[in-house]
């Protein structure tokens, strides 16, 4: 092949590289912005303000489970949550889950 051919050859494998790589980016950006209404004060999360939740007994061994249950106070963007009587912020695998 001529060089002019290489060159123009290679040309078109880096823009077909490029598109390919920006559509995919695109598929995974539009998946991941659907998951997000998720933690959002949207309709489908895991706890709300007001409700109850108990962490599970490996995480407190030795404590009822009157002992482990918990008050939601504030629900975070993150999808955290604020309980009222306990320290920091914590996650929905520490709880059991729901009845």
Do not use: C, Y
């Not at 482990?68 to 920091?88: D, H």
Request: hydrophobic share 35%; net charge positive; charged share 35%.
């Amino acid at each position: 092949m001529k060089k002019r051919t290489k060159r123009l050859m290679g040309t078109f494998a880096l823009v077909a590289g490029t598109l390919g790589a920006a559509g995919a980016f695109l598929m995974k950006k539009k998946k991941t912005g659907e998951s997000k209404t998720r933690t959002g004060t949207g309709r489908d999360v895991w706890a709300r303000p007001g409700m109850s939740v108990t962490f599970r007994a490996e995480l407190m061994p030795g404590r009822d489970r009157s002992e482990r249950t918990f008050r939601v106070s504030e629900l975070l963007p993150s999808g955290r949550v604020r309980l009222e009587g306990a320290a920091g912020e914590h996650n929905e695998k520490e709880f059991e889950p729901p009845r």
